[in-house]
Every structure is written in C-alpha cells, then in structure tokens.
C-alpha cells in the first residue's frame, strides 16, 4: 500500500497516478503524444484505467495513428494495471513511485521519461529528453492552479511534460523497426475525475512555423459542471522562445470562442482591460477541422462508452501580442484538435 503521505500530497504532484483509492465512476489516462515531422508520423499513447458507478473496471491502451487515421482500444483486466515497482498482492494501484508516475499495464510501461508499449500491431521503445514543465508553485501545483485544492470537480487536468525530445523506435506489425529521427518531439498531459466535462475544445502543437527552439501551443477549455450548475474552465498557455504564457480561468484571463462547422476560433487575453487599453497579452488562434478518428471517452458514470473525434493533422492560425505589440504570427502544424461533447452547453 502506498502512504498515506504520499496519498495527501498528490494535490501537489499532479503527474502521480492520483486515483488508489478510487473504485467506482472514475477514470484516470495519461496522454503520449509522439510527431516525427521528418518521416510523417504523428501518434497518441493513452494509458489509463476506468471504474463504471458499479465498481466494474478495466485498463487500457489506446493508440491513435494521426497520419493513418486509425484508432485501437486494447482493453486489460484490471489486475494487469499496476504502478512502479512491482503489483501489489491484491492488485491495489495505490502501490507505486511516490515522486512522479510509472504505469505497468500488460508488458507495457509508461512513466515521465519515456515508455515501453508492447501490443499485437505495435512496438514502441522511446526515451524522452529534456521535457519543459508547467511552471510549480505551492499554491500552484500545475495546469489546475489554485483549482487543484477544490473538492468536487468531475474532471482534473494535468500538463506533464509541454515539449521533450524523444529518441527511439517503433515497429507496426508485419513491417520493418523505424529509428525515429532526431527532430521527433512530444508532449504529455493526463485527465482524471468522472467524467469529461459536458463540452470540450482541446488542442496542442510543438510545430509552430518559423520557430526552431523547443515551443508548445496547448488549450483545454470545457463547460463544467459545478454544484450551482456549471461554468466554463479554461487552461491554456503558449511557451516559445524560452518563454511561457499561460491563459486560465485563475489567472483572470478572459476567453471568448466562436464555433463553426469548420474551425474554432478563440481569443485569450489577461491584463488588457479599457484602462489598461493596448497593454496586456492577447492569444488568438483560429484552428481548422483536419480529417480525424473517433477515440473512446468516458462518460458519466457509464465508464468508458464516450467518442470523440481527434485529428493530428489540424492546422491553426496563431498570433501572440504584448503590451500592443504583435510577437508572432504564424502557422501551428500538426496539431492535435478536437471538439467533443455538447457544443450546445457553450452557449
């Protein structure tokens, strides 16, 4: 069993797998995103187990091909699911790394520097390099921000890694190993609660045109529901140039979003109130529709029966001002994006 130490400062290490004790109407996945641009491969890992609200559970493996467009769930009993070191006699997941995460479901292992992804059509062995953290504060610990102290909330978000380089291979069934090159770049999130909120926009880049150094493009922003309702939650940031930028719901930023059968487009901006016209910083990006798959996604006590549709191939106009002045204007590649849930609930 884990200590319970360790199980009351999870709130501030939100890369730990924070669901040990949790055995009904629950869901915790952590997300690989993989983009070798040189060869044209663009890849989501997604680890996680799922409890429906009867205590059924079950871990999993979903793999999406952005460049294929195919998706896979390998589903594994629950007793296949174990953290770090070893599983526990009774297969209690709260056994594990007290610091950071280490996944084991079936032969495969996932942790913050890198993964071993063992499955029927896929192979993957990759190490991951130099990652770029969400700024960490006490009172902060991640993407969530002071909103990591709140009881109640259906689903969590956290931002494990925003870019890191990764070295390594993959090998599909039937074909020959692939060394990936040394331009192949990743990033890691993870989302964990009851369910996703009851609408969605996400989306997340390390190809910003133009730019050569280390850069992310990240926004997760849904309509939450809350115990007098619901409201809507927003996290975003923009790191370029050794620089980061977030955008969240805690930070005061301010968040419009207009849909469209074929783009969204949002503006974030944080300290550019009428009297402080022209000052502040504003990130405005218009993302457009790219041909996707459907992913599994949890639902409401229904465990995982959900589907949203996620292209890797989304493309963004994006453009960063300070203080009036225009600091980039450029075009986001590869792009993961996708809009789920009830676009209805936006309104």
Known sequence: MS????????????????????????????????????????????????????GEGHAFIQVLDGV????????????????????????DPSQGSKTSFELHIGNSRFHESGCEVVLPNLQLSLKHVSPITWPWKWWSPGAMGPFSFVPGMECRHGVVSLHHAIH????????????????????????????????????????????????C??????????????????????YFRGEFHPFTTYNRASFDLELSKDSAHMVFSRGTSRRNAGKG??????????????????????GMHGRVNESLLATAEVRFSEEGKTILDTT????????????????
């Open 168 to 215: 390594g291979s993959l090998q599909r069934k039937n074909e020959s190993e692939i060394q990936l090159s040394s331009s192949t770049v990743g990033y890691i999130e993870k989302d964990w609660g009851k369910s996703f909120p009851r609408g969605w926009v996400w989306l997340q880049t390390n190809h910003l045109a133009g730019e050569t150094e280390p850069c």
């Open 3 to 54: 200590s319970p130490l360790a199980y009351l400062t999870n709130v501030w290490h939100p890369s730990r797998f924070q669901g040990a004790h949790k055995r009904w109407s629950y869901f915790e996945g952590y997300y690989f995103k993989l983009v070798d641009a040189q060869q044209g491969i663009a890849m989501a890992i997604i680890p996680g187990l799922s409890y429906d609200a009867h």
């Open 281 to 302: 910083k504003t990130l405005t990006i218009t993302a457009y529709h790219a041909p996707g798959v459907d992913l599994i996604s949890p639902l409401p006590s229904d």
């Open 332 to 347: 986001a590649n590869w792009l993961g994006f996708e809009i789920g849930g009830d676009a209805a609930s936006w309104k």
């Open 217 to 238: 493009l990240m926004v997760s922003a849904g309509r939450v529901p809350w115990i007098t309702g619901a409201f809507r939650g927003f996290i975003a940031a923009l």
């Open 68 to 91: 294929a467009k195919t998706a896979e769930y390998h589903q594994y009993d629950i007793t296949d699911f174990a953290l770090a070191p070893e599983k526990s006699s009774d297969h």
